[in-house]
């Protein structure tokens, strides 16, 4: 027999050549899987252009026994989620939408295995929590001057220790996101009623003015709902037409496995708020141009440029922090109005950028960066 015909006969009948993509959730007794669907049906659009075979796996559905498992994949025609067997996968991208999910025994038990695994790289191994995030940053002399002082808020003493620092203060759930739960502090030690509290609602914020230490306490455990919380160094941001804004950056890593800057966009607050989230009033504004508004032209190039090198910087320290291979996070950034830079976040699940550029990028580095972890194997 000659080598070529041997080698024809061991091919299996129809070989997968296309590198494997699952997209994990968690699964849904009425939806069949939770998350973002519009987010996942761009990542099976954008992963067949860079030819990858994406689709949606659920931790249930995560075998480790089985060659080939139940997934859904998304057709585009008729607007259904269709239910496959695909090849177990090469990649697991994890987009658990909720942290009560993730923490599931039996998701950490999967999500452990998969690190375990030579057989699949997966992404993005869990949610962040912002008194780790502080914790970490504060670990390294090159990210420490961007971290706002930060402590947890654990008695009426320490906040009183941290107001006498810090006249300003944001109080924020230490797993809390899209602006719940968030209260700022404002003390006026000249006023009969010294302590002014902000509460964040839907879209706007309600305001209790203290007398005494304890009357602040008393509210504050009111509203904070027996969540754990932390007190952070309260930031006087640049504004544009007198509103707040500050600066979401999206770091991922690139198809050589570098960090890189992904986009950079601006959001302002809404005139209520404390906090610049678009459901809750902000709007969306491109970052140069209210850097110009706030700054002039060369100083808005100058804080461009900061803040590229900073998220790079802190996105480095928190892969370092976090003890995980990385993939991408989006981050939460301000500028104060002497021109300096702060970080108050970031997402080890980035939502959707409304920018359509970064969009566009967000979804390709994805590809990109997954071909890169198939290269250099695990
Ligand atoms: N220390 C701070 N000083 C000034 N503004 C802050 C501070 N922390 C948060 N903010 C504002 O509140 C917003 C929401 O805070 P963030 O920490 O991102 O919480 P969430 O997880 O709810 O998005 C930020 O984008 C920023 O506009
Ligand atoms: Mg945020």
């Known amino acids: 027999m000659l080598p070529e015909q041997q080698e024809l006969i061991t091919e299996p009948s129809s070989p997968n050549t296309k590198p494997v993509l699952a997209i994990l959730t968690i699964d849904d007794d009425v939806q069949l899987f939770r998350g973002n669907r519009s987010n996942f049906a761009d990542l099976i659009r954008t992963g067949k252009s860079h030819n990858f075979l994406v689709y949606v796996l659920t931790v249930k559905h995560l075998n ?20 496959q067997q695909f090849p177990f996968p090469d990649l697991i991208y994890n987009r658990i939408p909720l942290r009560e999910d993730e923490m599931q025994p039996r998701t950490r038990q999967k999500i452990a295995a998969c690190m375990r695994s030579p057989r699949v790289q997966l992404f993005n191994p869990k949610f962040f929590n912002k008194w780790s995030l502080f914790k970490w940053l504060r670990q390294s002399k090159m990210t420490r001057p961007y971290t706002p002082m930060t402590r947890r808020l654990l008695t009426q003493e320490s906040l009183k220790v941290m107001m006498r620092e810090f006249p300003y203060l944001y109080l924020k759930p230490i797993s809390g996101k899209a602006g719940h739960g968030i209260m700022t502090i404002k003390v006026q030690s000249e006023k009969s009623l010294p302590y002014l509290l902000k509460v964040q609602a839907d879209k706007k914020s309600v305001t209790y003015n203290c007398a005494t ?3 602040l306490w008393q509210r504050i455990k009111k509203e904070s709902g027996g969540e754990r919380y932390i007190a952070q160094q309260g930031i006087r941001l640049a504004a544009f037409n007198d509103r707040r804004f500050d600066l979401r950056a999206l770091v991922q890593k690139n198809k050589s496995g570098q960090w890189d800057l992904s986009g950079l966009g601006a959001r302002v607050a809404g005139s209520l708020s404390i906090t610049t989230h678009v459901p809750r009033g902000g709007s969306i504004e491109d970052p140069q141009k209210l850097l110009v508004s706030a700054f002039g032209q060369d100083e808005a190039r100058r804080l461009l440029g900061k803040t590229r090198s900073a998220a790079l910087m802190i996105a480095k320290q928190i892969e370092r922090g976090s003890g995980h291979k990385l993939a991408e996070m989006s981050m939460d950034l301000g500028v104060d109005r002497t021109g300096g830079i702060w970080f108050f976040e970031a997402n080890a699940k980035p939502m959707k950028f409304d920018e359509p550029e970064i969009r566009k990028t967000s979804l390709d580095r994805i590809f990109q960066y997954g071909k890169y972890l198939l290269r250099s194997k695990k």
Do not use: A, H, V
């Open 64 to 83: 480790f026994k089985r060659k080939m498992l139940e997934g859904f994949t998304y057709d585009e025609d008729n607007d259904l989620w269709i239910r």
């Open 213 to 215: 230490l304890q009357q």
